[in-house]
């Protein structure tokens, strides 16, 4: 009957050991996904902030470049 005891034990330990390592795997492949996730979603959002950063940027110098090319034809056509 001990021994019966003893095995059922075992067995229980053996399960509750099975359980832990399972959860821990899970638990490190949730936080990896979620670190992968993160890294993404912010190399995403750099990419878009430069590009919006070069479209406003060319866009200026095409304002300020079509300005100047304004002045200096009206200049020219007043003299």
Do not use: N, R
């Amino acid at each position: 009957m001990l021994l019966v005891v003893v095995l059922a034990a075992a067995v229980i330990v053996v399960i509750v050991v099975i359980l832990v390592v399972v959860l821990a795997v899970v638990v490190v492949v949730v936080v990896v996904v979620v670190v992968v996730v993160a890294v993404v979603i912010v190399v995403v959002v750099a990419v878009i902030v430069i590009v919006v950063v070069l479209v406003v940027v060319t866009i200026v110098i095409v304002v300020v470049a079509a300005t100047v090319v304004v002045a200096v034809v009206a200049v020219l056509a007043v003299v």
